[in-house]
């Protein structure tokens, strides 16, 4: 759930705090396949094929979540699951020019987190562009941390920020976030 935000018990439609458009998350199928590709082509460098994305969709080793918002894909994100290892990684996180700051990012990286607590990951990686401020302060506010460097990890021959985020494996909160607000709700002004 997005902070601050309301959610329609009827729709399971999450109403944004700063315009209170409604917008939709859900997992991606293959018929979403066009729009995924047409948003993809919106950016210049280090975008997914067509070919890739028909791929990730058709095999179960990932999970690609879409958000809708005024009859529009206006965004995805596309995490990567391993057998036998208790970690998920964010591999792609984008959302369409004309809808950006309307809380899209922050509620399609909510739905990742929650998919791979579910599935009982305990951490969620990610490389990210040290020049995409944006993107890093979303993260950071998230509760993700720089673990390192990835040299030369871009097409354009740009390195890229190593980031990571311990998850609670059924809540896909903060590894001990539950705990706290179990708690607080128990017992207010207690702490942890």
């Known amino acids: 759930m997005i902070f601050g935000s309301r959610t329609s018990r009827a729709t399971g439609t999450t109403l944004l705090p700063d315009r209170r458009q409604p917008i939709h998350i859900r997992q991606a199928g293959i018929g979403d396949l066009a729009a995924l590709a047409q948003l993809e082509e919106r950016f210049p460098t280090d975008r997914l094929s067509r070919a890739s994305l028909r791929h990730i969709l058709r095999h179960g080793h990932a999970c690609v979540w879409v958000c809708e918002l005024d009859d529009v894909l206006a965004g995805n994100a596309v995490v990567f699951y391993r057998r036998g290892t208790s970690m998920a990684r964010l591999y792609s996180l984008v959302v369409h020019p004309e809808y950006v700051r309307r809380g899209i990012a922050r509620a399609l990286l909510a739905a990742a987190e929650s998919e791979a607590g579910k599935r009982g990951c305990r ?11 944006p993107a890093i302060q979303l ?12 040299g030369k ?10 980031m990571r985020k311990y998850l609670d494996p059924v809540t896909g909160e903060p590894a001990g976030q539950s705990r706290r607000r179990r708690l607080a709700r128990a017992a207010p002004g207690a702490t942890a």
């Open 153 to 162: 990890f871009y097409e354009d021959g740009t390195d890229a920020l190593r």
């Open 139 to 150: 993260y950071r506010k998230s509760g993700y941390a720089v673990t390192g460097k990835a």
């Open 123 to 133: 951490e969620l990686r990610l490389e990210v562009r040290p020049d995409n401020l």
